[in-house]
């Protein structure tokens, strides 16, 4: 993101004197721009300006050359010797442009450098070194570290070097002591990753006023609209796009203006390399630096390369198969006919020789060196789409594309290479051309847009004036004609790309007004009638409530399942895959199909917790299955922009698959765990029923278990420990325990519980009736414990259904506690025990009354095989 500057921001707008980083932070979020970070210097003094009075070479036995120096760091600063008088600090430099004569940073003991490098004196090479003579890495301005930093070639005027003066605080001279500001931009505002942008921005926050410094530039650049075909120019320049991307050309304009007889050993002045610094830059060469300052300051990516190697015409085309390149950065690419290419003709031949990949880097041909004369200038502008797919193609973002791929401004070019001819002159006493070439295929102004001031009220809530709504559009540079009735034409500026419909004027209206100003209102729900929770909404959260007080943990898992799925929980994959939604283009290759369980998903998660240490797992989910239907009809491909008819909607509803909620839950592990002295119990099939029978109670649902033959279980469910779960007639789940092989092929411990209900096929069986209370009766309970022997083919439910039907109104609860089989039962019985409580709603009951309950409840057992035990 970008850093901002207020001693390069304030060439551009009126600032107030004093201010502050963290005031300019709350200036620029008021329009937008999101301060990001503060960042104050790393770097602490004391840091000085010293002079070299001596400096002696000491060869080391390891080869190496160290110089014993002495510098004179001012009276301040100085050493004492032992006369008590000021003497130059020894310092140990083993750097090799060292030189007695020469102005240097010291960094003096006290100081604290990037990387908490604290400065103390310290012996080395055989003498006490007080202190350290800097290079550019270790100060954090650069990324050079052959030599120290030596003050005469830093970009110093001569009046301003010989001003300098041993003890100068050097952390001031080079802004070491200084914070800066980095702001964060949103992709749509490309023209803020500049400082001409930055500068129109704080105007905007603040009414300070603003130099758009543009305007001055492109008058003093060469007029080329009188100039008559034929004319020579710098280099003839031929746009040649066979393969736009949508129908839009890779560059529509192309500046080229050429500087004559650059010094080349000209040094960056000092000024400009601290800006680029600041700005996250390093310095490279004046040329280089240039064209990365104007970058910089205009927002207009530039390229300059050396005029006497290269050979018209320029050619901008687009990459041919096979093609490669080798960029600056050294390494190989393999270009695509996407790329768009800058290239020249050596020998005549036509565009054959790549410079480099427009808009995002340059190849090693053509760069200028500490040998180029003769530079010349690109300023062109391109494709967003075109810059954006080659930089992340080739993985090299540079700050050109950055800026191409959120657009730039088609009308700066010119201004541009004025700006850099200007600088290149007075630094590097070059001669610019003023015979440029300019391709320019750009419109000549904007498409207007029609703009209702209205549409601010009623999509932004602003009650804003018509005057003051032409003041903003006319503010941000856009060209407003009419206005009367409220409507205007609305032509944006060049700089604002992103500016193209209605909705993007309301939006800089609101922007600009102030977001703080948008009226907080809540929306009145568009419903008559009934509201709130539908009844199965309501139930979806019993079902979810009374899992979480059961002790369970929601989660939520991808629906998506594979071939390791179906292999896991033993599905017939042949016989599922043309019954499920395939996924045209999965987020996983190897889960392209849509569930038709939730199991297979739920399980996933159940995994990754075991995984990585927690044993104990019992964890549901609520969601939705896609059942695909073969026959469905095909689903239509409705137009775009309009509303489906009612036809239209029914027809894609009958191509959809049918979509069902369920809820599944897994357990694992231990069901309880209370301590050393505590009970210690697996978890097993009884867990998951318990968990359906509290569904079903609480949905008062009545849900039934019904266990079929074991060649009937399906296959992913342990055959002689699982059920399926009833509605009455209708089948709407399975509980249990997993089948071992489950287990063991999903690393699941033995015996894991499961269960999963189709609730949408729950839900329609509920009635949904309010539920009549019973009168409490304020007469006493009778307890018996009865205990009966039956056929291991009965069941504990049919035997109680026996037993409430037989006591009629007088039961008022029934409980199983007890299961029991045994040699001395005989083969084939088991024993069901159940605690009853009887109690009358109109009298106490009596002896008589609890035999008469008792022997029409044993009558009834006896029906199914079932005799009372002793």
């Given at each position: 993101?970008?850093?901002?500057?207020?001693?390069?921001?304030?060439?551009?707008?009126?600032?107030?004197?004093?201010?502050?980083?963290?005031q300019?932070?709350?200036?620029?979020?008021?329009?937008?721009?999101?301060?990001?970070?503060?960042?104050?210097?790393?770097?602490?003094?004391?840091?000085?300006?010293?002079?070299?009075?001596?400096?002696?070479?000491?060869?080391?036995?390891?080869?190496?050359?160290?110089?014993?120096?002495?510098?004179?760091?001012?009276?301040?600063y100085?050493?004492?010797?032992?006369?008590?008088?000021?003497?130059?600090?020894?310092?140990?430099?083993?750097?090799?442009?060292?030189?007695?004569?020469?102005?240097?940073?010291?960094?003096?003991?006290?100081?604290?450098?990037?990387?908490?490098?604290?400065?103390?004196?310290?012996?080395?090479?055989?003498?006490?070194?007080?202190?350290?003579?800097?290079?550019?890495?270790?100060?954090?301005?650069?990324?050079?570290?052959?030599?120290?930093?030596?003050?005469?070639?830093?970009?110093?005027?001569?009046?301003?070097?010989?001003a300098?003066?041993?003890?100068?605080?050097?952390?001031?001279?080079?802004?070491?002591?200084?914070?800066?500001?980095?702001?964060?931009?949103?992709?749509?505002?490309?023209?803020?990753l500049?400082?001409?942008?930055?500068?129109?921005?704080?105007?905007?926050?603040?009414g300070?006023?603003?130099?758009?410094?543009?305007?001055e530039?492109?008058?003093?650049?060469?007029?080329?609209?009188?100039?008559?075909?034929?004319?020579?120019?710098?280099?003839?320049?031929?746009?040649?796009?066979?393969?736009?991307?949508?129908?839009?050309?890779?560059?529509?304009?192309?500046?080229?203006?050429?500087v004559?007889?650059?010094?080349?050993?000209?040094?960056?002045?000092?000024?400009?390399?601290?800006?680029?610094?600041?700005?996250?830059?390093?310095?490279?060469?004046?040329?280089?630096?240039?064209?990365?300052?104007?970058?910089?300051?205009?927002?207009?990516?530039?390229?300059?390369?050396?005029?006497?190697?290269?050979e018209?015409?320029?050619?901008?085309?687009?990459?041919?198969?096979g093609?490669?390149?080798?960029?600056?950065?050294?390494?190989?690419?393999?270009?695509?006919?996407?790329?768009?290419?800058?290239?020249?003709?050596?020998?005549?031949?036509?565009?054959?020789?790549?410079?480099?990949?427009?808009?995002?880097?340059?190849?090693?041909y053509?760069?200028?060196?500490?040998?180029?004369?003769?530079?010349?200038?690109?300023?062109?502008?391109?494709?967003?789409?075109?810059?954006?797919?080659?930089?992340?193609?080739?993985?090299i973002?540079?700050?050109?594309?950055?800026?191409?791929?959120?657009?730039?401004?088609?009308?700066?070019?010119?201004?541009?290479?004025?700006m850099?001819?200007?600088?290149?002159?007075?630094?590097?006493?070059?001669?610019?051309?003023?015979?440029?070439?300019?391709?320019?295929?750009?419109?000549?102004?904007?498409?207007?847009?029609?703009?209702?001031?209205?549409?601010?009220?009623?999509?932004?809530?602003?009650?804003?004036?018509?005057?003051?709504?032409?003041?903003?559009?006319?503010?941000?540079?856009?060209?407003?004609?009419?206005?009367?009735?409220?409507?205007?034409?609305v032509?944006?500026?060049?700089?604002?790309?992103?500016?193209?419909?209605?909705?993007?004027?309301?939006?800089?209206?609101?922007?600009?007004?102030?977001?703080?100003?948008?009226?907080?209102?809540?929306?009145?729900?568009?419903?008559?009638?009934a509201?709130?929770?539908?009844?199965?909404q309501?139930?979806?959260?019993?079902?979810?409530?009374?899992?979480?007080?059961?002790?369970?943990?929601?989660?939520?898992?991808?629906?998506?399942?594979?071939?390791?799925?179906?292999?896991?929980?033993?599905?017939?994959?042949?016989?599922?895959?043309?019954?499920?939604?395939?996924?045209?283009?999965?987020?996983?290759?190897?889960?392209?199909?849509?569930?038709?369980e939730?199991?297979?998903?739920l399980?996933?998660?159940?995994?990754?917790?075991?995984?990585?240490?927690?044993?104990?797992?019992?964890?549901?989910?609520?969601?939705?299955?896609?059942?695909?239907?073969?026959?469905?009809?095909?689903?239509?491909?409705?137009?775009?922009?309009?509303?489906?008819?009612?036809?239209?909607?029914?027809?894609?509803?009958?191509?959809?698959?049918?979509?069902?909620?369920?809820?599944?839950?897994?357990?694992?592990?231990?069901?309880?765990?209370?301590?050393?002295?505590?009970?210690?119990?697996?978890?097993?099939?009884?867990?998951?029923?318990?968990a359906?029978?509290?569904?079903?109670?609480?949905?008062?649902?009545?849900?039934?278990?019904?266990?079929?033959?074991?060649?009937?279980?399906?296959?992913?469910?342990?055959?002689?420990?699982?059920?399926?779960?009833?509605?009455?007639?209708?089948?709407?789940?399975?509980?249990?325990?997993?089948?071992?092989h489950?287990?063991?092929?999903?690393?699941?411990?033995?015996?894991?519980?499961?269960?999963?209900?189709?609730?949408?096929?729950?839900?329609?069986?509920?009635?949904?009736?309010?539920?009549?209370?019973?009168?409490?009766?304020?007469?006493?309970?009778?307890?018996?414990?009865?205990?009966?022997t039956?056929?291991?083919?009965?069941?504990?439910?049919?035997?109680?259904?026996a037993?409430?039907?037989?006591?009629?109104?007088?039961?008022?609860?029934?409980?199983?506690?007890?299961?029991?089989?045994?040699?001395?039962?005989?083969?084939?019985?088991?024993?069901?025990?159940?605690?009853?409580?009887?109690?009358?709603?109109?009298?106490?009951?009596?002896?008589?009354?609890?035999?008469?309950?008792?022997?029409?409840?044993?009558?009834?057992?006896?029906e199914?095989?079932?005799?009372?035990?002793?």
């Open positions: 993101m970008p850093m901002v500057d207020i001693d390069w921001l304030k060439e551009h707008v009126e600032v107030p004197k004093g201010l502050t980083y963290e300019l932070a709350k200036d620029l979020v008021k329009v937008g721009l999101e301060e990001e970070q503060i960042h104050a210097s790393q770097v602490t003094g004391p840091i000085v300006v010293g002079y070299v009075v001596d400096a002696t070479p000491e060869p080391q036995k390891n080869g190496k050359t160290i110089n014993w120096c002495h510098v004179d760091v001012g009276d301040k100085n050493a004492v010797d032992e006369n008590g008088n000021k003497a130059p600090r020894g310092i140990i430099c083993g750097a090799p442009n060292m030189a007695a004569g020469e102005k240097v940073v010291v960094t003096l003991p006290g100081a604290v450098l990037p990387g908490d490098f604290r400065i103390e004196p310290r012996k080395t090479y055989g003498h006490m070194s007080d202190g350290m003579c800097a290079s550019e890495r270790e100060l954090g301005l650069g990324d050079d570290h052959d030599g120290i930093i030596l003050l005469r070639n830093y970009g110093f005027t001569p009046d301003e070097y010989e300098l003066k041993p003890g100068d605080d050097a952390m001031h001279l080079l802004h070491l002591d200084q914070p800066i500001l980095e702001i964060n931009i949103t992709p749509d505002r490309g023209y803020t500049s400082y001409r942008g930055v500068a129109r921005e704080y105007h905007h926050s603040t300070a006023k603003f130099t758009d410094p543009v305007v530039l492109n008058r003093k650049a060469p007029d080329l609209t009188g100039v008559a075909a034929g004319t020579p120019s710098d280099i003839e320049v031929s746009i040649e796009d066979d393969n736009p991307i949508h129908g839009v050309p890779g560059c529509d304009r192309y500046y080229a203006r050429a004559h007889n650059f010094d080349p050993s000209s040094h960056t002045p000092n000024w400009m390399r601290r800006r680029l610094i600041r700005a996250g830059m390093r310095s490279i060469s004046l040329a280089v630096d240039v064209t990365n300052y104007v970058m910089l300051d205009l927002g207009q990516p530039m390229h300059a390369y050396d005029l006497d190697k290269i018209g015409p320029i050619v901008v085309r687009r990459a041919k198969v093609e490669k390149l080798t960029t600056l950065d050294g390494k190989d690419h393999d270009l695509s006919p996407e790329d768009l290419l800058i290239t020249d003709s050596p020998n005549g031949q036509h565009g054959s020789r790549i410079l480099g990949i427009a808009g995002v880097m340059g190849g090693l053509g760069e200028v060196t500490a040998e180029t004369k003769n530079v010349l200038l690109e300023s062109a502008h391109f494709d967003q789409v075109t810059i954006a797919r080659s930089a992340r193609r080739h993985k973002p540079s700050e050109a594309s950055k800026r191409f791929e959120r657009g730039v401004d088609f009308a700066l070019q010119p201004a541009a290479a004025q850099a001819a200007e600088l290149m002159t007075k630094y590097g006493n070059g001669e610019p051309s003023e015979h440029p070439t300019d391709v320019n295929n750009t419109p000549a102004r904007r498409r207007p847009i029609h703009f209702k001031a209205d549409e601010v009220r009623r999509v932004a809530g602003l009650d804003t004036p018509v005057n003051k709504i032409s003041d903003i559009l006319t503010d941000i540079g856009c060209m407003v004609a009419g206005g009367g009735n409220g409507e205007f034409s032509t944006p500026p060049t700089w604002r790309p992103d500016l193209n419909e209605p909705c993007d004027l309301v939006e800089e209206v609101a922007r600009l007004v102030g977001y703080d100003q948008i009226p907080t209102t809540v929306p009145p729900a568009p419903v008559s009638g509201v709130g929770l539908t009844p199965d309501r139930h979806r959260r019993e079902v979810a409530n009374e899992l979480a007080e059961y002790g369970m943990v929601e989660t939520l898992s991808y629906p998506f399942v594979g071939d390791a799925d179906y292999k896991a929980f033993s599905y017939d994959a042949d016989a599922i895959k043309p019954v499920s939604v395939e996924i045209a283009n999965p987020l996983a290759g190897d889960r392209p199909f849509l569930r038709r939730v199991l297979p998903t399980a996933h998660t159940v995994q990754r917790n075991l995984r990585r240490g927690i044993e104990n797992v019992s964890l549901y989910e609520i969601g939705h299955v896609y059942l695909w239907d073969p026959n469905a009809p095909a689903i239509p491909a409705l137009p775009g922009g309009v509303k489906p008819t009612e036809a239209q909607l029914k027809a894609l509803d009958a191509g959809l698959p049918d979509q069902p909620l369920h809820v599944a839950g897994i357990l694992a592990g231990k069901a309880e765990e209370s301590g050393w002295l505590g009970v210690h119990r697996d978890v097993d099939w009884s867990d998951a029923v318990e359906v029978q509290r569904i079903s109670d609480r949905l008062g649902a009545h849900l039934t278990l019904s266990q079929p033959a074991a060649a009937d279980v399906p296959a992913q469910w342990h055959p002689g420990r699982a059920a399926k779960v009833m509605a009455g007639d209708t089948e709407v789940g399975m509980v249990g325990e997993l089948h071992p489950v287990n063991e092929a999903l690393e699941f411990p033995a015996h894991t519980a499961a269960f999963e209900l189709n609730l949408t096929a729950l839900f329609a069986t509920l009635d949904g009736k309010p539920v009549q209370a019973k009168p409490i009766s304020t007469f006493p309970p009778v307890k018996q414990d009865l205990a009966f039956v056929p291991d083919t009965v069941s504990a439910a049919q035997l109680e259904a037993i409430r039907k037989a006591a009629g109104d007088q039961l008022e609860s029934i409980q199983l506690f007890d299961v029991f089989t045994g040699d001395q039962l005989g083969e084939g019985k088991k024993s069901l025990a159940f605690s009853v409580v009887f109690r009358s709603a109109d009298k106490t009951f009596d002896s008589q009354d609890s035999v008469t309950v008792r022997k029409a409840i044993t009558d009834a057992a006896a199914l095989g079932a005799q009372l035990r002793a």
